[in-house]
């Protein structure tokens, strides 16, 4: 990894490949963004089925992105802890084909990304639900084309486009390997 070779003082490592590479550049002294493509990329599915739009990746749900956790776990309570600057989230827009498309990706996950990274940790779902209620509205009033919690609407549909759907563990499985030198170390 681009850290384990004397990377200079000032740098600043994001970490998008799980939670591996920014504690072991924590832990060595370099500040941290982190920002793992398990949690927060917002142009991976939002549930499971074909009607959802752009199949790529595994299934990150609203729910998933409120769950996220700046400070990996391995980290907290540790000195390096510190060395986590924050968070980012992330939308790739080589299988979205339109704005309209990436309100869709981005919305409501976006506004739960934005919780996690403002709050505490243990944040309270439901709480997020109801003042996300209240949100949805506004989305609406300014032309957001965002998914609903039932799924997407008729128009928001790709009948047909498989894309590249990841299961959990196949996935999980590339990341192990992609990252197997960070762990060797």
């Known amino acids: 990894m681009f850290f384990r070779s004397g990377r200079r003082r000032g740098g600043v490592v994001a970490s998008w ?4 590479g920014a504690v072991a550049a924590a832990r060595r002294g370099h500040d941290v963004i982190t920002c793992p493509n398990t949690s927060v990329y917002l142009d991976y599915r939002q549930g499971p089925g ?4 752009a199949p790529f990746g595994t299934v990150l749900t609203l729910e998933d992105a409120h769950a996220f956790e700046p400070v990996p ?3 907290r309570g540790d000195p390096a802890e510190a060395r986590v600057l924050g968070a980012q989230c992330a939308i790739w827009t080589e299988l979205i084909d339109s704005p309209r498309r990436v309100d869709y990706m981005a919305f409501p996950r976006l506004a739960a990304f934005a919780e996690t990274v403002w709050s505490p940790a243990g944040r309270d779902l439901p709480d997020f639900r109801d003042r996300l209620a209240a ?10 084309e965002y998914r609903r ?3 997407p609407l008729p128009w928001q549909r790709l009948p047909g486009v498989p894309g590249r759907p990841e299961d959990d ?3 999980q499985a590339k990341i192990d390997a992609w990252t197997r030198n960070i762990r060797e170390s």
């Open 17 to 20: 490949r799980g939670a591996i």
């Open 50 to 53: 074909p009607e959802e739009p």
């Open 73 to 75: 776990a391995e980290l």
């Open 135 to 144: 949100h949805l509205p506004r989305l609406d009033a300014i032309g957001v």
């Open 149 to 151: 919690e039932g799924g």
């Open 169 to 171: 563990a196949a996935w």
